[in-house]
Every structure is written in C-alpha cells, then in structure tokens.
C-alpha cells in the first residue's frame, strides 16, 4: 500500500494548513505523526477507519482536526493557529484494524513525509 501526502509548505505563526493522505485501494483507521529534527517520531492524530472516533495529543488539541473520506480513501488533517513547536515533518500512516492506535508500531504503511514550517 502507497500512502500519498500532500498539504505541507511554510506558514507564519497563526496561520492554517491542510494536510491529505490518500491510501488507494483499501480504508484503514489512519493516523498523522510528525518528527522535528533531533527528535522522536510523535503522534498527533487518529482516526478510526469508520470515522466514528478521533484521537489528539494535547498539543494539538483545538487547534487540529483530522476528518476522513472513505470512498475517496483520503484522510485529512486541518491544522490552525499554528506554532513554530509545530515545525515538523508529517508523516501519514495505515493500520490494518478498524480502530485507530497512536502509537508508532501500530501502523503497518508509512507515507513519505511532508514538511511543514511555521514562522515566528
């Protein structure tokens, strides 16, 4: 399975930006990580492959949303009132079960990362 993101680019503080994933051919339960430079790979959001529950990491609580589009096989992640701590790269990822995880290991398929840059 190609996971296909797409959306990232350079942002002020405060600004917005949508990020989309599409995994052709399948649904999963899908989630958004994100890694800044010197760091660890961390969770940011989930959805179950129903689209019935949504799952945050307290930074992002509020500010992000995360929506799915089952027959489109697309997952997207609004991203408002953006920080520079936001300042990563974003990573798409598929489970093969029909509720979501945010852990790392739980995710069988990884997209290739889109970066996202916000300005002071």
């Known amino acids: 399975v190609q996971l296909q993101a797409s959306g990232g680019g350079l942002v002020q503080a405060g600004g917005s930006l949508r990020l989309s994933c599409t995994a052709p051919g399948r649904t999963f339960s899908m989630g958004w990580f994100r890694q800044a430079p010197g760091k660890e790979r961390e969770f940011v959001a989930a959805i179950d492959r129903s689209g019935d529950n949504t799952y945050y990491a307290d930074s992002v609580k509020g500010r992000f949303t995360i929506s799915s589009d089952n027959a489109k096989s697309t997952v997207n992640l609004q991203m408002n009132s953006l920080k520079p701590e936001d300042t990563a790269v974003y990573y798409c990822?598929?489970?093969?079960?029909?509720?979501?995880?945010?852990?790392?290991?739980?995710?069988?398929?990884w997209g290739q990362g889109t970066l996202v840059t916000v300005s002071s």
């Open positions: 990822a598929a489970r093969r079960m029909p509720l979501a995880t945010m852990t790392v290991s739980g995710y069988n398929y």
